[in-house]
């Protein structure tokens, strides 16, 4: 296997997340695993987790119940 950058190199490994081909001089390793220059300067690279929010319904929908099972609380008791 070739390098993706350098076809007259001998790749040594691949980039975890792109896939691509790397020889000694463009695989940068990190404590995550070998990356390719891009995907190690990209932030969102290192991190291999998607970060997904809770959408805004979803927080009301909490806070209602919270709200609607107080209410309910409170009529039970008195
Ligand atoms: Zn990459
Ligand atoms: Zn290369």
Redesign the pocket.
């Known amino acids: 296997m070739k390098c993706a950058a350098h076809p007259d190199r001998s790749a040594l490994g691949y980039?975890?997340?792109?896939?691509?081909a790397?020889c000694k001089d463009c695989l940068v390793r990190l404590s995550a695993g070998n990356?390719?220059?891009?995907?190690?300067n990209d932030p969102q690279?290192r991190m291999s987790r998607p970060k997904r929010r809770f959408p805004w319904w979803t927080i009301a929908l909490i806070v209602m119940g919270v709200a609607a099972a107080a209410s309910i609380l409170r009529s039970v008791i008195h």
């Open positions: 980039c975890s997340r792109c896939g691509k790397l990356f390719c220059e891009a995907c190690a690279g």
